[in-house]
């Protein structure tokens, strides 16, 4: 079991830049993946970034390529979603996703355990 809990999400204007944290706490050892998605009505629940959780790769949507890291604090247990050249179309319900299992690291039903997400909204 692993508690997953997103802050950070704001009003910004386009071109700011903007961190999320996910704070994770239970049950690490084990897990698989930490990602990031954002929802929208007209696009649902969307990819944006995982890394895997002992050292891997780390992934981007095409999106956010550039514009988004994962930094990751080691002894706190945080991952952050460090957003850059925000844009309108940024807009969205963030959510972080924890898995112990997976394959492709993009599919959200593969996560089982979510934060409660924190909205970001950037205006023009």
Do not use: H
Request: charged share 15%; aromatic share 12%; with cysteine.
């Amino acid at each position: 079991q692993v508690q997953l809990v997103e802050s950070g999400g704001r009003l910004v204007q386009a071109g700011d830049s903007l961190r999320l944290s996910c704070g994770i706490s239970g049950r690490t050892f084990g897990l698989n993946a930490v990602a990031w998605f954002r929802q929208t009505p007209g696009k649902g629940n969307e990819f944006v970034a995982a890394l895997t959780w002992n050292g891997g790769p780390q992934y981007y949507a095409d999106s956010v390529k550039g514009r988004f890291t994962i930094p990751r604090d080691n002894v706190k247990n945080i991952v952050y979603l460090q957003m850059y050249s925000l844009r309108p179309e940024d807009t969205a319900l963030y959510y972080c996703a924890a898995r112990y299992d997976g394959s492709d690291i993009k599919i959200p039903t593969t996560y089982a355990y979510w934060g409660q997400g924190t909205q970001v909204t950037v205006s023009s």
